[in-house]
């Protein structure tokens, strides 16, 4: 099964990740994640987002969909994936629908967490993340039980450089002008589901489940 989550950021698509992709059995792709890690080894791809993440704006098209595209060429993808921050553009929308077609294969669903620009800000300027497995944490809603120390893997949270409040601005305003009209495109399609994205992570997370069934 081939599925989306789409959601501005801070929204809680690499919350609600986890869990998502063990219910469907598929590997959890984040071009965000494929993002910092090229940057920790300092690839060519790597160095090339690094000026675009910094700033809150996209990474351009071509690279990132070379990126996804030979990822979800890789062995472990072939019954499937989550996309996590994926695509975010129309042309990143339309290559997508391109590779699936070539692999006589679609995509099932996208899932659209829906949540407010005032949460959104909150939840981001308060977020922690493992710098060795990704997990996200928040200093108030989502704590470890050991400050700074993630809960999974025992390893060390620090804060996005991207989450500081002038740049979690330019990245919401990045949402709306180039990520939003995609509600429209899959609605038309008929595949898109719109998840109220504030509350419980349990509760939120069923109805995901549930609009899959
Ligand atoms: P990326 O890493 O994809 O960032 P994002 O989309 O901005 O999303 P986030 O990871 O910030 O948020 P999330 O929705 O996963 O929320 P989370 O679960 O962590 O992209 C970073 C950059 O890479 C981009 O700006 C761009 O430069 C580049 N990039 C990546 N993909 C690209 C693409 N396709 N094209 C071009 N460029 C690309 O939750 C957030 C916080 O909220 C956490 O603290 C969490 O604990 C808390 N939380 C979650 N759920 C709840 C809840 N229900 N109630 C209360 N708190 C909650």
């Known amino acids: 099964m081939q599925v989306v989550l789409l959601g501005a950021p801070g929204a809680g698509k690499g919350t ?22 090229a940057r920790q080894s300092g690839t060519e791809i790597g160095n090339i987002a690094a000026g675009y993440m910094d700033r809150g704006e996209l990474v351009p098209d071509e690279v990132v969909i070379r990126m996804l595209l030979e990822r979800i060429s890789q062995p472990d993808a072939q019954n499937g994936y989550l996309l996590d921050g994926f695509p975010r553009t129309l042309d990143q929308a ?9 692999n006589n294969s679609t995509l099932d669903a996208v899932l ?21 497995c990704q997990a996200p944490y ?56 719109e998840i109220p994205g504030e509350g419980d992570v349990k509760d939120i997370e069923s109805k995901m489940i549930s609009s899959l069934s």
């Not at 609600?16 to 890690?37: C, M, W, Y």
């Open 16 to 37: 609600q990740a986890e869990a998502l992709s063990k219910h469907l059995n598929v590997p959890h792709i984040a071009t965000g994640d494929l993002f910092r890690a």
């Open 94 to 102: 339309k290559s997508l629908s391109d590779a699936l077609d070539q």
């Open 112 to 132: 659209y967490l829906n949540v407010s620009n005032e949460e959104l800000v909150t939840r981001l300027s308060g977020r922690w993340i493992c710098r060795k």
């Open 138 to 193: 928040h200093a108030t809603s989502a704590p470890p039980a050991k400050a700074g120390t993630c809960d999974r893997c025992s390893g060390e949270l620090y804060q996005r450089e991207d989450d500081q409040e002038e740049t979690v601005r330019t990245r919401l305003g990045v949402f709306e002008k180039d990520t939003a009209p995609l509600i429209q495109y899959y609605t038309s399609q008929g595949i898109l589901s």
